[in-house]
Nanobody, 124 residues
């Protein structure tokens, strides 16, 4: 079973950039679809981005497309989320998650393993 640990969150100003990383343990990292989700206070957890097993396909929520980039390094067992042009509405706890399939990549219940989350706060 893979374990996921996020890092890289923090407090930034609107327009700044931030890079989140998620380190995974386990030998089967390259077999997982990986996703990033976020949850703002009092709101549901929502899909942000996903990447296929080999990294050849990426998917984004409309609200972050063009500003965020998901990538993975299977040799290092890491997945990253580069976030540019940050907005106050990007403030949330960000979670990485692993799924056995690319199908339903936007659906929370498709993911079987979650990290503990990292806080991103964007001030105006």
């Amino acid at each position: 079973q893979v374990q996921l640990v996020e890092s890289g969150g923090g407090l930034v100003q609107a327009g700044d950039s931030l890079r989140l990383s998620c380190a995974a343990s386990g030998r089967t990292f390259s077999s997982y679809t990986l996703g990033w989700f976020r949850q703002a206070p009092g709101k549901e957890r929502n899909f942000v981005a996903a990447i296929s097993q080999a990294g050849g396909s990426t998917f984004y929520a409309a609200s972050v497309k063009g500003r965020f980039t998901i990538s993975r390094d299977n040799a290092k067992n890491t997945v990253s989320l580069q976030m540019n042009s940050l907005k106050p509405e990007d403030t949330a706890v960000y979670y990485c998650a692993a799924s056995d399939t690319i199908l339903g990549y936007m659906t929370i219940t498709r993911y079987h393993t979650w990290g503990q989350g990292t806080q991103v706060t964007v001030s105006s």
